[in-house]
Structures are given as C-alpha cells and as structure tokens.
C-alpha cells in the first residue's frame, strides 16, 4: 500500500488572519481536489485532519503520477485562480497497513506524514525504497535529497525529491513569488475571503473551476544587471541595469559596488534607487571586489593588480601591482585586504592603511575560487581539489584541507560557521569554524557560485537554476528559493535586502537546428562510435555529448574545462582504505537513449567489454587506464572478470585498486569508462548498437564518411557543469571535397571547419575578411625540441643551454594557421594547467651571441649534430639547422626513422628530435612521469634519457600526498619542473592551437583546453 500525505503551509497563521469561516472554505476546496485527484489516478480518501488528507494508492506509480498531479492543480490554481496561493507539500511512503479501518496504523504512514511535514511548498517528497520499487515514471525525475533523521524514526530515511520533467520554470518562478508574498500577509484580508467564496462555488460545483490572469507582479531582471531580493520576505522586488556582465558585488560606505569585468570598471549604485551613480575605470577585468572603511578594493584578474577606489571621490587613487597571477577573490578583515591566486595557489595579504603586500605569499589548495575573515582567520576555497582551507593570520599558515564538495567557490563566514557554494557539486557546505569539520551537506540545486551570510540569513545563488536559495542555518535545510529570470553570480548583502550580479540565461530561440562540421579528409569524421574504442581527441570530442562516466569535466570554455566534476555520480567520493577504494553513489533514474534504467553494474560491464572488445587490436592500449583495478591483471590474456575489483550494489559503484593512485578518477572521466547495459556485443559497433546516457544519439554512422547525432529522447539535465542540455537539434559530420570546404562554410552549407588543413596564407586572409567568424583556441599541448643527454655534444648542460637561448621560437609557428604568435613558450607546461608557475631561465627571445659563448665554454664547438623532426614546421626545421650552424656545430638532418627507437639507438642515433605531447588528463604528473622520468628510460619513452635520481624523488613524494594534501603536491611538481627548466632537459617551442571557421549562423563558440570547441553548446540560428 502508498500512502500520500498533503497539507497547506501557512494554514494556521491564514485562519488567524482570514477567519475559521475563510479558512474552512479552503479546506474544503482542498479536499476536494484532492479527493478528485485520487480518483483520476485509481486511489481513494482515506482520512482528512482539518487542511490535511490522506490518500492511499495500490500502485506506487499511481501514487507519484497522483502526487505530481495534485501539486500541479495547486501551481495552477495559485498562478491562475481568485484565492490564496495553494502553498502544498507532499510525503508519500510504501509499506503495510496496520489494519483495515479508517484509521491507519503504519510505519509507512508515519513516515509519509514526517515527509509531508519535511516538504517546503510545492514540493514532493518520497522515499528512495518507494522510487526504487516504482522505478522509471514518464514525465517524472527523481532529486536525490540524501538522508534525513525524521522525528520519531529511530535511523535515517533516505528520500527524493519528486518533480515533472517538463517544468514551466516561468510558471514556477510566479507559483513561488505568489507563495512568498502570501507568507508575510499584512493587507486587508477580505479579498481572500471573497475569493474564498468563489472557490468554495468551484469546490461544489463538480469541479469546475474560474480562473482569471494573474496580475503582473513580476520584477524584469536584465540578463546584465543587478538582483534585488527582500531577505526577509524571500521576494524579488527589483532590479537595476548594469550591463556587460557583472560579477564580484559588496557593499559599504552607503553603495553597492560591483565589478564589471568587460568594462575593466567598478560601479558604484544607489541602493535606493536601484541606479548606477558613477563607473570608475581600473585594471585588467576586475572579478571581485571588498570595501574597506573609506575604500573599495578590487582584484583585476588579467594584469594581476589591486585596485583602491576611494569612495569620497570615487576615483582610483592607487594601483597594486604583483599581487600574484590571476588573483580572483579579495575579502576584507583583520586590518588587511586578503587576495586570493588561482594560478599561483597562494593568498597574499595586503595592508588597508599602506596598501603594502606582505612578503610572505600563504601556499593553499588548488585553484583558489573564495576567500572570506572570520573568527579570527581567514578561510580559502580551493575549486581545484575540494577543499576549504583556514589561515591563521599570525603565523600566516594554512591550515590542513577540509574535505567539501565538487568545485568550491563562493565562501562567507558568520557567527554559525563557514559557508561554501560548492560550483559543480550541486551543494553547500556548513563547516564548524572551531572543529574545522563540515556539519552538512545541503543540495541547493545546480551550479551555486556565491554565498553570503548574516545573522539568520545564508543566501545562495543557484546559477543554472536561476534564483536565490535561502537556507536556515540551524537546521541546515533550504527553507525560500526565489527566482530572478536571470543567472545570479555575486552576492552581497544590505541590511535585509540581498543583491546578486546576474548573466543571461540560454533563450529558447537558441535551441534547434543542425550544426554541420565540414571535413575534407577521413581524419576529421569521429573514428568510431562505439565508447569502448574512443581513444583519438575527434572521437572525444564527438562522443563526449552522447556518454557519460561516473566523473566528468565541466563542460565550459577556458581553463575552467579542467574541474573534474561529479556526472552520473552524485558527488566525488573520497577514497578510503590508504586510496585504494573509492565508492560511488549513483544518480537516480539515469535513462539510456533505448529507455532502460542505468544501474551500478553496468559500470562495470562497461570497463570489462573495453578488455574483451579491444583485445588484440589497435586500441588494447586503451584499457591500460584501468589496469589497475583489482582483477584487471588477469584481464589482458582471458574474458574480464572485475567482480572482485567493482563491486556494486542497488546504488552504489564500489572501485578497488591493487595500490593507491590520486589520478583515477581522471581515469574515470574517459569515454570508453561509460556505463553499458546488458547484451552490447564485444566486437566494435555501430550507430545505435550501444545506448548512451547523454543528451545526443547516434542515428548514422559510415566510417571515415560521415556520423549524425540526434537528440537522445529520454536525457534530462542532472547537472549543468557535467552534461548539460545541447543546443543543436543534430550534430552532422560529413566528408567533403577539400577544396570548396571554405567557401562552403562562407555561403551557408556548412557551420564550422578546422582550419587546420588549410594553408596559412588562406586562413590569414579569411581572419582578416571575417575576423568575428574565426576562431582560435590554445590547447593543453606541448611541441619541444629534446637534446640528447647521454652523448655529446648535449651531455653538457652548457650546449643544452645554448640551444635554448639561441632559439627563435617564432620561426616554429611561422607554418601554422592562424597561430597566436605572442603564444611561443620557453615553458613545458602550458599557463594554470596544475603545476604550473612562471619559470623561464634561458629567456624567450633569441640570443645568438650568448649561445655562441655557450657553446665556446662547453668545448663542443665543431661537434656534428645528428637532427631529426617529425612534429615542427618546416620553417621550424630550417630555423633549427641554421641555429646550429650559427652558434659552431655541423648538423645532419637523420631520414624518418618510422619509431622512436631507430633515433635513439644505432648509428643514425639523433642528437636533437622533436615531440609533441597532448596529456591523457589535466595532471601535474602528466608531462614528468611518462616523458622525463628515470623508469621512462626504461619505457623507451624518455628519449632525450634524462635520469635525475633527485628529481624522481620529489615526484614520488608529490604522488604520495596528492590525496591527502593537493596544494602540496602542486608545490612540490612547481619544484619538479623548476629543475627540468633549470637543467634544460628540453626546449619547449609553441603549445598547440585549434583554429576553426564558423558560419553566420553559429553563436556561443567555446572551447575548452583539452578537446576543442564544445560542440553541443553552439547555438546554431
């Protein structure tokens, strides 16, 4: 038997104020309705307790269609109807009656009336048994909501939020703001009362119902602007116009200030009038900003400066500079200005009398997104790795990590404890300020940024779902949710108003179309589509819209494409038993494109078919990423059976590792990691053949000629940051004649084309014709040059120094389309890629005559250099042959070998070779361990056979503590490849760029770091 229990909030305080006459008519209509609904759905009344009734259902299916029913009457009648808003929760359980009566006596039953009573308005509250028995509902989804101690129960009760899959989120938006407003009532009540009257007419005459339109209330919100919401009322009551796009927002000194990237200013509003009184120019895209007593501080994040405005004159008065690379956060408190570095992973402080920084820079977490002052500290939010950290100012230490969710950003601190919008794991965190523990984990909804928090108050801005989220912070639930029509970023707080900084969100008239990607070789169509044999960056990129794996990165442009980010796991787990174990909980009710249910086994279905499908074939290398699953040993020479190592339950993925390795869940987020259901065949498939989970299909595939997706009818959005939505109806890849490919793309026929394969001179031209048409993109690789380290001449370090300083890098790209020439690097690892800092010894302009001296003093002058390239330019070659000659060697160029050991070995052993290298995932350890390590020597991969005892050393304690300590970890690969620099092991020369030709029609053009434009996220008018 289900059991569904539904009442009104609010009903007492509304019988206090419109009367028990009022108030019985609205019961009574209530009941009605929900007497009707039960009905519709094959369930019948059996009790009512003043605005309460309860119904009971044989099917559990009947119950949540019934359920989804009643709420959607009530939304209905409150947006449209004459009477008060219709402000319902829902609890609904499964189990056996006590006894036949009226009167029901059941756990069940008391556990639905507890959820009934946990619901906020307009929400459906279920347990996750009752979800799981019904399983899969059309037109329903299931919120994992966690667990939650009911009263009177003696364990936890782990439940679900239940909501339709096609929510009006306008009609919501006013169902809520009508809700909110009638919850702090002051007027004259005898309007409701008249409205009373005509329900009750409705309630008695069948059921039919007069409804009127609702008066416009509403507040416009400009997709550039600025929020305002009354904290106490948990009301939008209005907006101011900003323009660009806002971000950073605080308050003092009688304003509002915000900071307005785009313009490179800071605006100062009336928080009466809701009007910008002044715009002050400062840095490069101010991001963030504090108000100090007379000043207001900002962070420009491209030029690495602080601004100080005053806000007497509302001029800039001073301008900081080398505060560190890509600051990106400040806070205000203990007498300083506090900024944090995402580049540098370092908080510096700043005196707010002098404006002096202090000297010592505090070494923090990963890509630090937040900071904030409170008792007696100062707090970081680390996004790269999860983490919040404290600081202890005197000392000027931080503290060891704690433990958060996905991708941390926004962080406020109150008398309660330390709150923390965790970016991309759908939460915030509560963290005790004296135990440094998170007490709760509260789902917000998806991709909250900012946080602010005062007194009672803790206001979170929810962006992908548009609105504010209030939570009580002594229970640690959401308590308001008030939408604002636009995506809210900054947070900042006035006496009870709340303001937030807003960005637009996706209009309806970006969806459609058919995104069409030009090719004129077989090399640019996806070459497969079955997940198991993805192992080529056009695969990814294409497959990445129809599978999904447990983790994923964050589908955005820039280097924000790097945050892992939970997908069909519900969050990032922390490994437990010395790193070796990691256990995923899995997102409910996940669809294939062929109807059927994801479920934890097929996970490991999935990682087995990538042993038995590619055994023996070009693509076995692929399963090395999970070679290290307990089991998987045996896998490479017989059927794969990974019981023992992915072990799984009714929700849960459970993965054992033979040794502890803090780059699995990287691991993870490869395509061929995707789930497979039962009865997929090992050998290599086509169109169709194996279901995915996200929001495309494969509807076509021709190898080497063309692949189409098509939207995946039963993808829902579960979280922004992993999957979100497409735009594009289809994604067509087909292969073309290579000469007309451009003018294809100028005239319409087709929307995007790598401009890779054109010549530099034709894309020169066509960025010049159409420059907001082309688009390039830096990616996470690296072209080098490597000396040979074991022989002369370059077994001296003062020979690899002169090949270094005498390079001209600019000659490497000169062949290259469209390449950035400002983009050359001296450095191996590209700009914020983990590890990373600033470090260039030799310098990055050529110097003939130093290398010349360099060479003298090695006493290798005359030496014949053996060359030979396979990955550089031709202007890169003949640059490199003449730089030999110039500074006193006799190079050779060595015929193309056909592999690596033919130049490394025997008598056309090369002195100088090439190499591109394109990282499996964004790691420090990415570019050391396979290329530059003592145990690569033995690989065959450390072809230049550089072996630095030292330096291994301080990688493998950098491995040892990356899951304890990730900051620390990053310090000590800074240290790792200060050395490799230092000893100019190699010659890094350009990073690698993607140069791509859009049509008119193509807008939203992103791309991220590693694979390229994001393909499902181009809007195609």
């Known amino acids: 038997m289900t059991f569904l229990f539904a009442d009104i909030r609010g009903f007492t305080q509304f019988t206090q104020r419109a009367g028990a006459e009022a108030a019985a008519r609205l019961a009574d209509f209530f009941i009605a309705m929900g007497t009707a609904v039960a009905g519709d759905h094959g369930g019948r009344l059996r009790g009512t307790w003043g605005d309460q009734v309860l119904l009971e259902f044989d099917s559990s299916r009947q119950a949540l269609r019934a359920a989804a029913d009643l709420r959607a009457r009530c939304v209905d009648e409150t947006v ?18 006590a006894d036949e009566g009226l009167n029901r006596s059941a756990a069940a039953l008391n556990v639905a009336a507890r959820l009934c009573a946990k619901a906020a308005a307009g929400e459906v509250l279920a347990t996750a048994e009752l979800a799981h028995l019904a399983g899969t509902v059309e037109g329903l989804a299931y919120v994992d909501r966690g667990a939650a101690r009911l009263k009177g129960m003696a364990a936890p009760t782990r439940y679900v939020l239940v909501r339709a899959d096609d929510i009006d989120r306008t009609r919501e938006r ?35 119902l007069i409804s009127r339109t609702a008066t416009d209330r509403a507040v416009t919100v400009p997709a550039g602007g600025v929020a305002v919401i009354d904290g106490g009322a948990a009301r939008l009551v209005n907006a101011a116009e900003a323009g660009g796009a806002p971000e950073g927002v605080a308050s003092g000194s009688g304003a509002l200030w915000v900071a307005q990237s785009s313009a490179d200013a800071v605006l100062r509003l009336d928080p009466d009038t809701k009007r910008v009184v002044q715009s002050v120019p400062v840095g490069s895209a101010p991001v963030a900003v504090a108000v100090t007593k007379s000043d207001v501080w900002a962070v420009n994040s491209q030029d690495g400066s602080v601004s100080r405005v005053s806000t007497t004159t509302n001029r800039e008065v001073d301008r900081i500079t080398g505060v560190g690379n890509q600051p990106v956060a400040i806070a205000a408190g203990l007498g300083s200005l506090w900024v944090a570095n995402l580049a540098d992973a370092t908080v510096v402080r700043i005196d707010a009398r002098t404006g002096r920084i202090d000297p010592t820079r505090v070494q923090v977490g990963r890509n630090p997104g937040g900071v904030a002052v409170g008792h007696g500290a100062v707090w970081v939010s680390n996004g790269g790795d999860g983490t919040v950290q404290r600081i202890d100012p005197t000392t000027m ?30 939460t915030v965190s509560h963290i005790d300020a004296t135990s440094q523990q998170e007490r709760a984990q509260i789902n917000v909804g998806d991709s909250p940024f900012a946080v602010v928090a005062s007194g009672d108050q803790v206001w979170v801005s929810v962006a992908a779902e548009g609105s504010l989220v209030r939570i009580d912070p002594a229970t640690d639930t959401v308590t308001d949710t008030v939408g604002i029509g636009a995506s809210p970023y900054g947070l900042a707080m006035v006496g009870s108003q ?79 038993d010395g790193g070796r174990t990691y256990t995923f909980a899995l997102r409910p009710h996940i669809r294939y494109s062929d109807g059927r249910t994801v479920v934890p086994a097929d996970f490991r279905r999935g990682i087995e078919r990538v042993f038995n499908a590619t055994r023996g074939t070009e693509y076995a290398g692929v399963a090395g990423y999970f070679s290290g699953i307990v089991g998987a040993d045996a896998c490479r020479a017989r059927t794969c059976d990974l019981s023992a190592g992915i072990v ?80 594009p109806d289809a994604l067509q890849w087909k ?13 319409g026929g087709a929307d995007l084309l790598d401009l890779r394969a054109s010549t530099p001179s034709d894309a020169a031209e066509l960025a010049l014709q159409l420059p907001a048409q082309v688009h390039t993109s830096t990616v996470a690789k690296t072209v080098y040059l490597i000396p040979d380290m074991t022989r002369p001449p370059f077994d001296n370090k003062l020979a690899r120094e002169a090949l270094a300083v005498g390079i001209d890098r600019r000659d490497f790209v000169r062949d290259l389309p469209l390449y950035p020439k400002d983009e050359t690097t001296c450095e191996l690892l590209p700009a914020r890629f983990p590890g990373y800092e600033p470090h260039c010894p030799f310098g990055s302009t050529p110097d003939i005559g130093r290398a010349r001296d360099l060479v003298q003093r090695s006493g290798t002058r005359g030496d014949d250099v053996l060359v030979h390239t396979e990955f550089i330019t031709e202007s890169g070659r003949h640059s490199l042959m003449k730089l030999l000659r110039q500074i006193g060697y006799h190079p050779h160029a060595v015929p193309a070998p056909g592999d690596n050991a033919s130049v490394t070995s ?116």
Not at 184 to 205: C, E, K, N, S, Y
Not at 400 to 406: L, Q
Not at 672 to 701: D, F, K, M, R, W
């Open 498 to 576: 709340v303001f937030a900084s807003t960005r637009p969100f996706a209009s309806a008239e970006h969806f459609g179309g058919t995104l069409r990607i030009a090719v004129g070789k077989q090399e640019g169509i996806p070459s497969t589509v079955d997940p198991a044999f993805v192992s080529d960056p056009n695969a990814a990129r294409a497959m990445m819209s129809v599978y999904d794996g447990l983790v994923g990165y964050r589908r955005v442009g820039g280097v924000d494409s790097f945050d892992l980010v939970p997908d069909l796991a519900v969050k990032r787990p922390i490994p437990t």
């Open 735 to 747: 292969l073309g004649s290579p000469a007309g490919l451009i003018e294809r793309v100028k005239d």
């Open 648 to 727: 799984t339950d009714a929700s849960t993925v459970t993965f054992h590792l033979r040794e502890a390795d803090p780059e699995f869940l990287f691991k993870l987020v490869v395509v061929p990691a995707s789930p497979v259901p039962p009865g997929v065949p090992n050998e290599e498939a086509g169109a169709g053949v194996v279901p995915g989970t996200g929001p495309y299909q494969v509807t076509a595939y021709q190898h080497g000629v063309a692949v189409r997706l098509e939207r995946n009818p039963y993808f829902r959005p579960w979280s922004a940051a992993a999957q979100p939505r497409g735009y």
């Open 174 to 208: 006013r169902f809520h703001d009508l809700v909110t407003e009638s919850r702090r009532w002051r007027r004259d009540p005898r309007a409701w009362i008249a409205a009373l009257v005509v329900l009750a007419v409705v309630a008695a005459t069948a059921g039919v």
């Open 80 to 97: 449209n109807g004459t009477g008060p808003p219709l402000a319902v929760g829902i609890g609904i359980d499964i189990g056996e009656p």
């Open 397 to 426: 230490r931080a503290d060891s990590p704690i433990n958060v969710g996905a991708g941390p950003k926004g962080i406020a601190v109150a008398a309660n404890g330390v709150w923390v919008a965790n970016r991309n794991g759908l």
């Open 906 to 1021: 025997g008598p056309q052993r090369a002195n100088v070779l090439d190499m591109g290298w394109l990282p499996d995932w964004p790691a420090a350890s990415q570019y050391f361990l396979p290329l530059l390590s003592c145990d690569a020597i033995k690989n065959g991969v450390n072809l230049g056979g550089y072996c630095n005892q030292r330096v291994d050393a301080l990688a493998a304690r950098a491995v040892d503590v990356a899951q304890s300590d990730p900051g620390a970890a990053d310090r000590l690969w800074r240290q790792v490849y200060r050395v490799i620099a230092d000893d100019a092991v190699i010659v890094p020369t350009d990073h690698g760029t993607l140069p791509f030709f859009v049509s008119k029609r193509v807008g939203n053009y992103q791309s991220g770091i590693s694979l390229g434009p994001l393909l499902d996220q181009i809007w195609v008018r």
